[in-house]
């Protein structure tokens, strides 16, 4: 692999920007080689066969440049460049940085200009890297005070939580073998109500650890649950810090994330140190083989010279935050702590590769096979064809949504990947959980296989006269494969990608309880899957009145389709998801968070308002209903393609540089950011179906079509997924956020946080 394609696999994507452009300076060194490439075809052919036969002898009298040392007398003759360096004010900071200028001294050479124009390029690059970084650094060296400050509070509670416990102990001392108490020994030598001092002995160490800081803190490491949200809403939880381990286990939990986090933005900042000063030596080494010159041992120099290559904080900070972290978080056990520290790539597996071709194939032949069975024998014309479709229709169509649903998402992980979408950053994913997008194909492949055989099984024993009397067997396959979905989710062992499994039921969890729970990301994104899986939620209220009512025993749905409440409850199944991203709004508005959450509430209150016009017209018929369906789903749908085009995806900014689009896009055709908006205003269109009663067409059934049509908004879904965590991923890029925020445990008293 080209460096070029090395460097830019090996960027951390929110911080691509403050790269070095290896590429367009690239461009800028082919231009000076076209340049020097330009003589004419016929001097070309007279100075051939002399330059060729006279390379070899011309380098056998080159001067020797020694084995100990790179320079000689006469380098300085060859001299081309020149580094000056100048102190530039920082008006944000205050302060004063070098900012480095090399002088061209072959500017007045034939062509000099090109490369007079690629070092000023280079200059700029190198001082926007040594400025990032030295900003970079500058927010991890407050970030490890703040730390210090946090551990300081959190040793005392431990040692305060233990006192406790053991207070009729004196003088106390404990052994740790457990990662509950870092502490090796701790010996008490002063106790008091006012003030206690406690003298810690390690083997490298021996300080005093002082119980004051108790009296400065307050804890924010209660966990978050329905019952202390509704205690904070009625100003009856009580905020002073509570010595007791819950509330201990709950800070060390918190406090071992963000160390977690805060090493991860450390080995960045290694990183990219170590590659943008490998760039700038793999440009400066192209520059002089381009050129003939000697300028890359002068640049380099001023490199290595530079704080990008002198500073040492980042270094040392990643020394003591693993060394920290093995001690007070892993028990000693560094093996352990490093694991968690800095886990291991996740690989590519082939057997991934191999199952993913074998299900779709498998899932191929079976609907060959059904396609098959059904043309064989006429089925579509038989009287069982309308029975089929009112009642087992339903039940395998749930199925193929969730199918569908997880293709959609399986292409906008390929093209996250494709186009370095960070998403397992953005959807707050354990490093080496996120499912790729082949592990994606593989659950929607094996499922379908499952469908798709139980679907040809119940043919052939419709089918068959053999099997008339195993109906109600037959009834049953559906709501077998439901129960086995069900226990593979909820499957307590760690098969079947239970991390994920597990995130996804945390979420789910998060977004029943709304507004109870902090709304993060990944639960407003879920809960939005859910709003284009409204007749998913349909189907799962039909399997409860077809087999909870009995109805499976004779295949008949005449009673869940006559009942009153039935349909009312139809009403409520369909506002759920809608009801949910709601008070996910209002929760948001209410922490302040955003402002603009109210509009989006206002948004999904207008959604509802149309799904339950929508549905009480398509069970009741007549004019006015009509028109108060058409009317209040217009209205929707304006608010909502407004929103997704302007506020989901970013676009229809007529002052970007793309007009009509946004400043920064991902996708390299334009093109496509229109295609998927005027899909996207089609799509949305698709509750027309029910207000100009589509759903009476005599050529297809009433629930195929209405299967279609939930498709269609499920592929609206997907189109919708990739252009909303594109928008995302760059506006974390835009504020260069890499890393995520973890709340720390403990807040002070005094604004100046000096304990």
Not at 316 to 328: C, D, M, N, Q, S
Not at 349 to 371: D, E, P, W
Not at 456 to 477: A, G, R, S, W
Request: proline share 3%; net charge positive.
């Amino acid at each position: 692999m080209k460096f070029g394609k090395e460097f830019g696999t090996q960027m951390v994507p929110e911080w691509q920007e403050a790269y070095m452009n290896y590429n367009y300076l690239k461009t800028l060194l082919k231009q000076i080689l076209l340049f020097r490439q330009r003589p004419s075809v016929s001097d070309k052919v007279k100075s051939t066969s002399k330059a060729s036969s006279l390379r070899r002898k011309g380098s056998l009298f080159r001067a020797f440049s020694g084995l100990t040392s790179h320079t000689s007398k006469n380098d300085k003759q060859d001299e081309v460049i020149m580094i000056s360096t100048m102190q530039q004010p920082d008006e944000e900071q205050g302060e004063e940085y070098p900012r480095y200028q090399t002088i061209f001294l072959k500017s007045l050479e034939e062509g000099g200009e090109l490369e007079l124009i690629f070092f000023r390029r280079l200059d700029n690059e190198f001082n926007k890297v040594v400025n990032f970084y030295r900003t970079k650094v500058k927010e991890v060296v407050k970030e490890a005070k703040e730390l210090d400050i946090q551990m300081e509070a959190l040793i005392a509670l431990r040692i305060k939580v233990h006192h406790r416990t053991d207070a009729d102990v004196t003088p106390l001392t404990f052994e740790t073998n457990t990662g509950s108490n870092p502490l090796e020994v701790i010996q008490e030598s002063k106790v008091s109500e006012e003030h206690q001092v406690i003298k810690l002995k390690d083997a490298n160490e021996s300080r005093m650890a002082s119980l004051e800081v108790l009296n400065r803190i307050k804890i924010n490491a209660a966990p978050e649950t329905p019952i202390s949200t509704m205690r904070s809403v009625f100003n009856s939880l009580n905020l002073d810090l509570n010595y007791n381990r819950n509330e201990l286990k709950a800070a060390q939990q918190k406090l071992k994330r963000a160390f977690i986090e805060f090493h991860e933005k450390l080995r960045f900042l290694k990183n990219y140190n170590f590659l943008n000063q490998f760039a700038f030596s793999k440009i400066m080494k192209k520059y002089d083989k381009i050129t003939s010159r000697n300028a890359a041992d002068t640049y380099l120099e001023m490199v290595e010279g530079s704080y990008l290559s002198q500073s040492d904080e980042v270094a040392k900070l990643i020394a003591r935050v693993e060394a920290t972290f093995i001690k007070h978080f892993s028990n000693q056990n560094r093996d352990q702590g490093m694991n968690i520290l800095r886990p291991k790539a996740k690989r590519e597996k082939h057997r991934v590769t191999f199952l993913v071709g074998c299900f779709f194939g498998c899932s191929l032949a079976l609907i060959v096979a059904i396609i098959l069975s059904i043309h064989t024998r006429d089925f579509l014309k038989s009287e069982e064809q309308i029975q089929y479709m009112n009642t087992i229709f339903p039940l395998y169509s749930m199925f193929g949504f969730f199918v569908l649903h997880m293709l959609m998402y399986a292409g906008n992980v390929y093209y996250w990947t494709r186009y370095r979408v960070n998403y397992s950053f953005i959807f707050g994913c354990k490093p080496g959980t996120e499912l790729r997008f082949k592990e994606v194909l593989l659950i929607s492949s094996s499922l379908s296989v499952l469908i798709l055989a139980a679907i040809l099984t119940n043919l052939e024993m419709d089918l068959d006269p053999n099997t008339q009397t195993y109906k109600t067997i037959t009834e049953l396959l559906p709501l077998g494969l439901v129960t086995a979905v069900l226990l593979i989710a909820i499957c307590p062992f760690n098969i079947f990608y239970r991390s994920t499994r597990y995130f996804l039921m945390a979420c789910l969890w998060r977004c029943i309880c709304a507004p109870l729970y902090m709304v993060t990301l990944p639960d407003f994104f879920l809960a939005d899957q859910f709003t284009s899986q409204v007749q998913l939620l349909r189907s799962l209220e039909f399997y409860v009145c077809y087999y909870g009512w009995g109805d499976f025993k004779k295949r008949d749905a005449q009673t869940c389709s006559d009942s009153s409440i039935y349909k009312t409850i139809s009403i409520f199944i369909a506002v759920i998801p809608y009801w949910i991203r709601f008070l996910q709004c209002v929760r948001r508005y209410y922490e302040g968070s955003d402002s603009t959450q109210a509009l989006n509430g206002l948004k999904y209150f207008s959604t509802i308002i149309a799904v339950v016009s929508r549905t009480v017209y398509d069970q009741r018929k007549g004019t006015t209903l009509k028109i108060i369906a058409a009317s209040t789903s217009g209205i929707a749908t304006i608010f909502s393609t407004y929103w997704d085009l302007i506020m989901d995806w970013g676009l229809l900014n007529r002052s970007s540089e793309n007009p009509w689009l946004r400043d920064k896009l991902i996708l390299p055709n334009r093109s496509i950011y229109f295609i998927a908006m005027i899909v996207n205003v089609i799509l949305r269109l698709a509750w027309m179906q029910t207000v100009l009663d589509f759903t009476e067409a005599s050529f297809l059934h009433r629930n195929a079509l209405t299967a279609i049509i939930a498709s269609l908004e499920i592929i609206r879904r997907g189109i919708w997924n990739f252009f909303r965590l594109e928008n995302e991923h760059l506006n974390n890029v835009g504020k260069f956020r890499a890393v995520k925020t973890v709340p720390l445990p403990f807040s002070y008293e005094d604004e100046d946080k000096d304990l």
